[in-house]
């Protein structure tokens, strides 16, 4: 199993650039997929950009596309989240996530490791 430790997060005026870090241990982070989740207060959990091990094809969800870059440095066991053009509605704690599947999933059940998260806040 990957241990996953998110960094990076802070509080930024709207229409800045953040840079989340997911630093991971264990032997499987080479063939795990990666993913990012957020949880905004009183919502459920919800994906925010994946990247499978096999190929580095990345997803997004719509309401990020064009703002946020996911990517991943299997030699530094490292998968990173640039967040940029952020607006307030972006304000959550954002979470790493990992599953052995080649397939990126959008359901946060189907991940098997988590971090503890880091949070994420936009002023207007």
């Known amino acids: 199993q990957v241990q996953l430790v998110e960094s990076g997060g802070g509080l930024v005026q709207a229409g800045g650039s953040l840079r989340l870090s997911c630093a991971a241990s264990?032997?499987?982070?080479?063939?795990?997929?990666m993913a990012w989740f957020r949880q905004a207060p009183g919502k459920d959990r919800e994906f925010v950009a994946g990247?499978?091990?096999?190929?580095?094809?990345?997803n997004y969800a719509d309401s990020v596309k064009g703002r946020f870059t996911i990517s991943r440095d299997n030699a530094k066991n490292t998968v990173y989240l640039q967040m940029n053009s952020l607006k307030p509605e972006d304000t959550a704690v954002y979470y790493c996530?990992?599953?052995?599947?080649?397939?990126?999933?959008?359901?946060?059940?189907?991940?098997?490791?988590w971090g503890q998260g880091t949070q994420v806040t936009i002023s207007s």
């Open positions: 996530a990992s599953r052995t599947s080649y397939t990126v999933s959008t359901d946060p059940t189907m991940y098997t490791s």
């Open positions: 264990g032997r499987t982070f080479s063939t795990s997929t």
């Open positions: 990247i499978r091990w096999i190929d580095d094809v990345t």
